[in-house]
């Protein structure tokens, strides 16, 4: 689930607003958006790959992490290398090119048979 | 087509709620969606698209890796390419429609690498097209949809159809969720794109998924098909909402105590899986896969593994829970059922694409994965754009205004002071019902006959009037959650009365396919649900023949220059 925007990365794009298909964000004060229906947000991944900043980021888990959880703490999760490691799996970053030049799944899924 | 395409005009309305008037109105915004809007756009009508989220992050394939059904025209891979899950399908599949979707998906992949999509390119310099990286995917199909001139809608789920008293379907009605406000688009011609129904289940990308564009279409009187193939559920790891089963091909599956389950499998060894947790946890590793294919498959697909990396379990070696997600219709093959090449639904006006239409037509009752599901939007996207331009054209929407034609679900109609249940208790409630696989896997003539008495007694709630809730958002819960009885009510229909095992309904009580029960079994009707056998031999549509005629591309996968 979504667990964190980062006021301090956030560029106030509204990109993460407009974009989220479960309508999860809404404006905020000093134009960070606020998780407004985190328990709507479907764990899809697509804000954080949407977003030009690296500014947000989504657990793993379905459910909302709890207090004090290392998903919500901005510096653990930019030190672990997690803010916008979608973004940049994906090929989005600035300067990348799409990651889908890579996929592999012509090799890959013939191995299943 | 010498059509002057009708320009989008607003019509003054109260509020700044929008009005619009156009030839072709596209619901949903998937790749189904997408490619309804371009091929009408091409045609030459005037198109608006609604998407209930966001066209471009909306809808099953865009948070996913999806393989493609994109067969070479080699008349040897083409025969392979349609035995291959015929007998999974229960022979309900037709040959004529393998060829036109198979025919119609090379040209449209074609078209998508001529317009940049970067398709690997293999040892030997072809481009590999059969593997389509959903967030790639859709940002360009948005793209493309702008450039058309097609006018999208985003974040306006529909909430009911217009019709005219010559049942003649006219346009569609919703609300803009982030203002409040309500939209209204007359329209010449509808497509319902909307996807299937997954039933808030949590996989991914599937819980904007909820049926809505069924119950909206079976309101003016559409027929589904295939309703009993709605049980597709699949593996994820239980924290998680990442539904991508293939890796799983080579994963061992334990028990808590690390000791391997016999006999199960992520193909047909998923019953095993099912049967083990109803009973305890179910733990899996991807440990078949040899290291030096690891970095192959993060590269294949990144979501995958942030289920992984970002909780710390490595997957090719540690053990991790498992669950499997109930992904109804959305991977099922049942919806609404078309009468013709131009995926018309019984309903003048309507049409069907993606998901939200039946796919037993290429699939029979058995998809195993998205390859012919993606293959299936494409195809029928276009197909279904294309013939709402037709007919919008011929019969311009200026000379119509239908009526709102929902009937259910629709507004807090509850009388004062007794209030029935919530949106949320009854998804609940119908969750309770279709999600247990030892009800909608494990299908039994009792157990069917138990959740139907269930579901019509929601039923009766919904149509009595749920809770008021708040506001636009509220009105869209109210609505899911009476598309999701409606739907759960036709799938049971139809499961109770096949009785036999065929494709991936699965009847206890009968274990064996019948070979009396080769047919199709259509269902309709919302306070009432009929259901009537339809014959393969007869009532099969004629099949698309495609405007791309097989091979003018040159034959083969094109190289890539420089």
Not at chain 1, 66 to 82: F, K, M
Not at chain 2, 185 to 210: E, I, Q, R
Request: net charge negative; proline share 5%; with cysteine.
């Amino acid at each position: 689930m979504i667990e964190l925007v980062s006021s301090s990365r956030c560029i106030g794009c509204d990109v993460c607003i407009r974009v989220c298909p479960k309508d999860v964000f809404d404006h905020g004060p000093g134009r960070i958006p606020v998780i407004a229906r985190q328990e709507d947000c479907q764990t899809c991944f697509l804000c954080e790959a949407w977003c030009p900043a690296d500014a947000l980021f989504v657990a793993p888990q379905t459910t909302p992490a709890p207090a004090g959880s290392r998903y919500r703490d901005e510096e653990a999760l930019a030190e672990d290398g997690l803010l916008g490691s979608y973004r940049r799996e994906l090929g989005w970053g600035k300067g990348q090119a799409p990651g889908a030049g890579d996929d592999l799944s012509h090799v890959v899924i013939p191995l299943l048979h | 087509m010498s059509h002057e395409p009708a320009p989008i005009t607003s019509a003054p309305a109260d509020d700044q709620d929008t009005v619009l008037r156009t030839d072709v109105l596209v619901l949903g915004g998937g790749p189904a969606g997408t490619s309804a809007a371009l091929a009408a756009a091409a045609a030459g009508a005037g198109v608006v698209l609604a998407d209930k989220g966001w066209c471009g992050t909306s809808g099953a394939a865009a948070s996913s890796g999806v393989g493609v059904w994109y067969v070479e025209p080699d008349a040897v891979a083409r025969e392979e390419a349609k035995a291959s899950r015929e007998g999974l399908g229960g022979f309900l599949a037709d040959h004529d429609w393998m060829d036109g979707v198979l025919d119609e998906t090379y040209s449209r992949v074609g078209w998508l690498a001529e317009r940049g999509y970067p398709f690997p390119v293999k040892e030997g310099g072809r481009q590999a097209r059969g593997s389509l990286q959903g967030p790639e995917l859709m940002r360009r199909l948005r793209r493309e949809v702008v450039r058309a001139r097609a006018k999208i809608l985003d974040h306006s789920p529909v909430l009911e159809l217009l019709q005219d008293d010559d049942g003649m379907v006219t346009g569609a009605t919703g609300v803009h969720r982030q203002t409040g406000r309500s939209w209204t688009v007359h329209a010449g011609a509808v497509v319902v794109a909307t996807g299937g129904c997954a039933f808030l289940s949590g996989g991914l990308g599937c819980d904007v998924l909820t049926g809505d564009g069924h119950l909206a279409a079976a309101e003016v009187g559409a027929e589904l098909s295939g309703m009993e193939f709605s049980n597709a559920y699949a593996i994820a790891p239980a924290h998680s909402s990442v539904t991508k089963t293939a890796f799983y091909g080579r994963a061992s599956f334990r028990y808590a105590d690390g000791t391997i389950i016999e006999g199960a499998g992520s193909a047909r060894g998923r019953s095993v899986i099912a049967r083990t947790l109803l009973e305890q946890p179910v733990y899996a590793v991807l440990d078949g896969w040899a290291p030096e294919h690891h970095a192959w498959l993060r590269r294949s697909q990144p979501n995958f593994f942030l289920a992984f990396d970002r909780a710390g379990i490595d997957p090719f070696v540690d053990a991790f829970e498992v669950t499997m997600r109930l992904e109804g219709t959305v991977r099922g093959t049942g919806g609404l059922r078309i009468v013709d090449a131009e995926c018309a639904t019984t309903v003048p006006g309507l049409y069907a694409a993606g998901d939200a239409a039946t796919r037993e037509l290429i699939c029979g009752g058995f998809t195993g994965g998205g390859s012919h599901n993606s293959a299936w939007a494409l195809s029928s996207g276009t197909w279904a754009g294309r013939g709402a331009a037709r007919h919008a054209v011929a019969d311009p929407a200026t000379g119509r205004t239908g009526r709102p034609a929902g009937t259910v679900g629709l507004g807090p109609v509850a009388s004062a002071g007794t209030g029935g249940p919530t949106a949320r208790e009854v998804v609940q409630a119908v969750q309770d019902q279709v999600q247990p696989y030892d009800i909608n896997l494990f299908r039994t003539g009792d157990g069917l006959a138990h959740a139907r008495g269930v579901l019509d007694g929601l039923w009766s709630e919904v149509r009595g009037g749920l809770a008021p809730a708040d506001g636009a958002r509220g009105a869209v819960r109210i609505r899911e959650a009476a598309a999701m009885v409606a739907h759960a009510r036709w799938m049971y229909e139809a499961a109770a009365r096949r009785t036999e095992t065929r494709g991936m309904h699965k009847r206890q009580d009968f274990p064996e396919q019948d070979p009396a029960q080769r047919h199709r079994l259509v269902v309709g009707g919302l306070d009432t649900p009929w259901v009537r056998v339809s014959p393969l031999a007869g009532e099969s549509p004629a099949a698309p023949r495609p405007e791309s005629a097989l091979g003018a591309a040159g034959g083969g996968t094109a190289a890539v220059a420089a």
